[in-house]
C-alpha cells in the first residue's frame, strides 16, 4: 500500500454552501499522486475542533506526509503558510493578546512552527503553470493555523514528515456573494493542490 498523505479540507462557514478547500479534498480522497495515497479528511471550523481531528487523523493514518487547505476569503492567489504559530482565537476574529477567547493551541508548546512543505519548489512549480501563488508569512489565529499547529506539533518526533498549509481563495461560484472580491474557478486550485502534492510527495524520496 503507498504511504498516506492527509489531506485536510473545511467544512462550509460563514454562510458560504461550499468550502473549496473540501470540495478539493473531497475530490482527490483515494487518489495516488507521485507515488503517495491521498486520505482527505473533512474538518469542522473551530480551533480546538480543528487541532482534535487532525491529531486523531495523525494518531490513525500515521501519514507520511500532511497537507492542510482551507480558504482565505480575499486573497487573490494560492497562499502557502510559512509559519503556524500558538495562538488560538476561537471567535475568528482579529483579537488583542489577553481578550477573551484567546488561548494556546498547544498548552506549553513552542510559540511557533515553521511549515515544512518544499515551499520554494511548490511556488516555481505553479508559476510554470500560470497559477498565481505567494507565501503567507503566517496562517493566521484562527482554525487554519491550529490545525497547521497541531500538525506540526504532533509530528515533530518525526522531522522527515513534511507538514504544511495552503489557503485557497473564494470558488468562483461563491462570487456572487462576493462581487467585490476575488476567486478562483475550482478546477485551477485543484490544479494547484495537486502539484504541491506531488512536489511534496518528490521531496519525501
Same mark, same amino acid.
Given at each position: 500500500? &503507498? &504511504? %498516506?498523505? %492527509?489531506?485536510?479540507?473545511?467544512?462550509p462557514f460563514r454562510g458560504e454552501r461550499i468550502n473549496p478547500s473540501w470540495e478539493i479534498a473531497r475530490?482527490?480522497?483515494?487518489?495516488v499522486i507521485a507515488g503517495m495515497q491521498i486520505k482527505s479528511v473533512r474538518v469542522p471550523v473551530g480551533c480546538a475542533k480543528a487541532a482534535r481531528r487532525i491529531t486523531g487523523a495523525i494518531v490513525r493514518y500515521r501519514p507520511r506526509a500532511v497537507i492542510g487547505l482551507g480558504e482565505a476569503g480575499g486573497r487573490p492567489a494560492i497562499s502557502l503558510e510559512r509559519i503556524?504559530?500558538?495562538l488560538a482565537d476561537e471567535r475568528g476574529a482579529l483579537a488583542r493578546i489577553?481578550? &477573551?477567547?484567546?488561548?494556546?493551541v498547544v498548552r506549553g508548546g513552542p510559540d511557533a512552527y515553521f511549515s515544512r512543505l518544499p515551499l520554494s /519548489? %511548490?511556488?516555481r512549480e505553479l508559476d510554470r503553470k500560470d497559477i498565481p501563488a505567494s507565501v503567507s508569512l503566517t496562517a493566521g489565529a484562527y482554525a487554519c493555523n491550529a490545525l497547521m499547529y497541531a500538525a506540526l506539533h504532533n509530528l515533530r518526533? /518525526? &522531522?522527515?514528515v513534511p507538514v504544511g498549509f495552503i489557503h485557497l481563495p473564494y470558488e468562483a461560484r461563491q462570487a456572487g456573494r462576493h462581487r467585490s472580491l476575488p476567486s478562483m474557478p475550482l478546477a485551477t486550485m485543484e490544479m494547484a493542490v495537486r502539484i504541491a502534492i506531488g512536489v511534496t510527495a518528490k521531496s519525501v524520496r
Open positions: 500500500m &503507498p &504511504p %498516506i498523505l %492527509i489531506l485536510t479540507g473545511f467544512e475530490s482527490l480522497d483515494g487518489d503556524a504559530i500558538n489577553g481578550d &477573551p477567547g484567546m488561548t494556546t /519548489r %511548490i511556488i518526533r /518525526r &522531522p522527515t
